[in-house]
């Protein structure tokens, strides 16, 4: 059974939404040719809110691979669109789960508005919660949205955090262990204390000749993760490896005829993979795919003409493929699962598993696969 639970405490969530929709144009995102079609009054919204915004916010004081840490873990007042995702395999003796945590801010203005009452308020935040288990038991996804207003919802920048009534990803850095998100999830469905562990290498936006856009951000292909999870069915420690990325920039576009999905894979000797495949949503042209092998020691080669073709399900995808014309890089990737409720605000959200070959040895691993958007 799938449990959806979904809070609206302001007439603007719905404009968060619909900016989620396209948060998979962000880091390694590629550019459609085109200007998107107008999808109704939705688009219409937005394009209003990106013409309001686009006078009030400078130029970003923080370029493209030119980042500073641990500063830019945390919130970008100079930008009207963020996003902080994070993507976790967790095992437990009860089995495997895939969860997915997103962070989403939109803001209107620079500064807060210049009004006495409490509830004045120039950002709204989104946080949305997705729990795959590793059988055909059904899923939980959670979705909030909140003015940054009266405490119920906010940001810090030192240390860098974010909450949403209860719920909050706060950052902790110290000498002994590295740096950690510290995630704390409060939900009648999926109650959760995980501490996250950022590993080496660190990729940014500016590491790879992936076009990203106008968005600016990094990855962490390998993230560590400890704590305990507890869900309808009971709590129980986990342990598990993850991605995490963070990206920012302008508000992103809703609609037109290009779509986006994105792969991200991690292999168990330490190898990750992004691929970033354009494509027409009608099927009038071939799809592009662009992808960067991140080998487990910080080095970056973009792979030369990837193929990415995907077999379709009765109700989903359910198989890809990837082959360099070479021959060095030979993947068959499977959906992880048999759950269909996968599906958020962004798109359709797979776990996959993953095996082949890349430059002459066996690879294994898993992932997930963004596609595209509603």
Known sequence: MSHNVNWSRHPASWVLAAAL????????????PESPAPRGDLSAVLSAWDQETAGA????????GQLRFPRDHGAHADVPFEVWDTVMRLTSEQGTRWLRVRFLRLAAAVRAPDRGSAWAASEFLRAELTLVPGAPAGSAHVVRNSRVALGIAGRASDPPKLWIDGDS????????????????????????????????????????????GPWTGYLYPHL?????????????????TGW????????????????????????????????????????????????????????IRALDRPVAQV???MRRPDAWSLITPDGRTRLKVEAATESTDTATDQGMSIPV??????????????????VGSP
Do not use: C, M, Y
Request: glycine fraction near 12%; avoid cysteine; charged fraction near 20%.
């Open 57 to 64: 916010f400078p130029k970003p004081a923080s370029e493209r």
């Open 169 to 212: 990803l706060a950052w902790v850095r110290t000498d002994a262990s590295g740096d950690q998100w510290e995630l704390v999830l409060h939900e009648s469905e999926l109650q959760a204390r995980l501490q996250l562990t950022l590993a080496t290498p660190r990729v940014t936006s500016g590491d790879t000749d992936l076009p990203g």
């Open 244 to 299: 995490f990325t963070h990206n920012w920039g302008p508000v992103p576009p809703v609609g037109g005829q290009v779509t986006f999905d994105r792969w991200l894979l991690q292999f168990d000797h330490g190898d990750a993979l992004v691929l970033v495949q354009t494509r027409r949503r009608d099927g009038s042209a071939p799809p592009s795919s662009r992808a960067v092998w991140i080998a487990a020691n910080g080095q």
């Open 21 to 32: 929709v396209v948060a998979g144009w962000v880091l390694f995102s590629h550019r459609g």
């Open 311 to 313: 077999k379709t399900g």
């Open 224 to 240: 560590a993760v400890t704590g305990e999870l507890k869900t309808a069915d009971g709590a129980r420690p986990v342990l598990g």
């Open 353 to 370: 598993r993953v095996q082949g070959q890349h430059d002459g040895r066996p690879v294994a691993g898993w992932g997930v696969i963004d």
